[in-house]
């Protein structure tokens, strides 16, 4: 067997003793990073998910876990191990929707079930695909928003940052915004600002639509991961500011992640819906249990989506196995 590219934890999730041993299964788990909170947690979630679910079901988890750095072709050695090992059941999440359908082919020679976990592949059909709800996520936020601003009496005048216009879920949330907020009568998007995730674009595409529209009070923020861009942005334009004060624009946004968490609860974010990752995680072990015990994949088209919840600046701090909020 060759040697495995990333480092590999092999990690046992016990069951309390029981009258009737639980069959063994082990996952074989591929990461393609490892580089923020997000997938820490995912991981976490899954074990102990593992570990509740499992024992319900008389299946006790054995986890075989690597990372591929953000590197396609160590992903794809990664799991070409896991092949070898013969892992009952290969979960992976792609560095490159493309790529990892060599690795789903090949597990499929083997007899390996296979499931993609939060990006599709977009090459083959692997088992099942978990993942979030993207457009339900975008239509919780607008819906939320408009009852929002409604309530306020705003006539809500918005900047949409989107992510990249080739990412599936950057353009479900887009989707929804849009047929929510442009029939609703109180939400007028002026610009959409295409960032391809970059940072840099969401700094500048904020200033640049600012200075275009200055009679903008509201934001729609595609993800709040570059959540520091923008408030550096609004600060240069004087308009970074927490609700009930004068200068103060309305945003919602999307994910949740640890910036935005802070952002909701000193009241300069006002909503969003949260990426959830104990929902991804707790979904993907049920659909594991279904895998194990011969049941097949019961969500439509194998593609198995958890919803996110909506985080407001009520209750932002009692929302809980919240992922990005400091416990």
């Given at each position: 067997?060759?040697?495995?590219?990333?480092?590999?934890?092999?990690?046992?999730?016990?069951?309390?003793?029981?009258?009737?041993?639980a069959e063994d299964f082990v996952v074989g788990l591929s990461w393609n990073a490892m580089d923020n909170?997000?997938?820490?947690?995912?991981?976490?979630?899954?074990?102990?998910?593992?570990?509740?679910?499992?024992?319900?079901?008389?299946?006790?988890?054995?986890?075989?876990?690597?990372?591929?750095?953000?590197?396609?072709?160590?992903?794809?050695?990664?799991?070409?191990?896991?092949?070898?090992?013969?892992?009952?059941?290969?979960?992976?999440?792609?560095?490159?929707?493309?790529?990892?359908?060599?690795?789903?082919?090949?597990?499929?020679?083997?007899?390996?079930?296979?499931?993609?976990?939060d990006r599709p592949s977009s090459t083959a059909k692997p088992t099942a695909h978990v993942g979030g709800?993207?457009?339900?996520?975008?239509?919780?936020?607008?819906?939320?928003?408009?009852?929002?601003?409604?309530?306020?009496?705003?006539?809500?005048?918005?900047?949409?940052?989107?992510?990249?216009?080739?990412?599936?879920?950057?353009?479900?949330?887009?989707?929804?915004?849009?047929?929510?907020?442009?029939?609703?009568?109180?939400?007028?998007?002026?610009?959409?600002?295409?960032?391809?995730?970059?940072?840099?674009?969401?700094?500048?595409?904020?200033?640049?639509?600012?200075?275009?529209?200055?009679?903008?009070?509201?934001?729609?923020?595609?993800?709040?991961?570059?959540?520091?861009?923008?408030?550096?942005?609004?600060?240069?334009?004087?308009?970074?500011?927490?609700?009930?004060?004068?200068?103060?624009?309305?945003?919602?946004?999307?994910?949740?992640?640890?910036?935005?968490?802070?952002?909701?609860?000193?009241?300069?974010?006002?909503?969003?819906?949260?990426?959830?990752?104990?929902?991804?995680?707790?979904?993907?072990?049920?659909?594991?249990?279904?895998?194990?015990?011969?049941?097949?994949?019961?969500?439509?088209?194998?593609?198995?989506?958890?919803?996110?919840?909506?985080?407001?600046?009520?209750?932002?701090?009692?929302?809980?196995?919240?992922?990005?909020?400091?416990?």
């Amino acid at each position: 067997m060759r040697k495995i590219v990333a480092a590999t934890l092999v990690v046992g999730v016990a069951l309390a003793s029981t009258a009737v041993r639980a069959e063994d299964f082990v996952v074989g788990l591929s990461w393609n990073a490892m580089d923020n909170q997000l997938p820490v947690k995912w991981q976490e979630y899954l074990l102990s998910e593992a570990k509740a679910q499992g024992e319900a079901a008389g299946i006790n988890f054995k986890w075989v876990i690597n990372v591929a750095d953000a590197d396609p072709a160590r992903q794809a050695a990664n799991i070409e191990d896991l092949i070898n090992q013969g892992v009952n059941l290969i979960i992976a999440r792609a560095e490159d929707d493309a790529a990892i359908g060599a690795s789903i082919r090949a597990a499929d020679q083997a007899g390996i079930p296979f499931i993609t976990f939060d990006r599709p592949s977009s090459t083959a059909k692997p088992t099942a695909h978990v993942g979030g709800d993207s457009y339900d996520q975008g239509k919780t936020t607008a819906e939320a928003f408009v009852e929002l601003l409604k309530a306020n009496g705003v006539k809500g005048e918005c900047i949409e940052l989107q992510g990249s216009l080739t990412d599936v879920n950057a353009m479900n949330r887009s989707k929804a915004w849009h047929e929510v907020t442009d029939a609703s009568g109180v939400v007028k998007t002026l610009v959409s600002v295409p960032t391809e995730w970059n940072p840099e674009l969401f700094r500048s595409g904020t200033v640049n639509a600012f200075r275009a529209n200055p009679q903008a009070n509201c934001m729609f923020l595609g993800s709040d991961f570059a959540l520091p861009a923008v408030q550096s942005a609004l600060e240069g334009a004087g308009k970074w500011a927490p609700r009930g004060e004068a200068n103060h624009v309305w945003i919602a946004t999307q994910d949740v992640f640890p910036e935005a968490v802070a952002a909701i609860q000193s009241k300069y974010i006002d909503l969003g819906t949260t990426y959830d990752a104990y929902a991804h995680s707790k979904e993907a072990i049920r659909v594991a249990i279904r895998v194990a015990k011969g049941e097949g994949v019961d969500c439509p088209d194998n593609i198995c989506l958890a919803k996110g919840r909506l985080a407001t600046q009520e209750n932002i701090g009692t929302l809980e196995n919240l992922w990005s909020r400091a416990e």
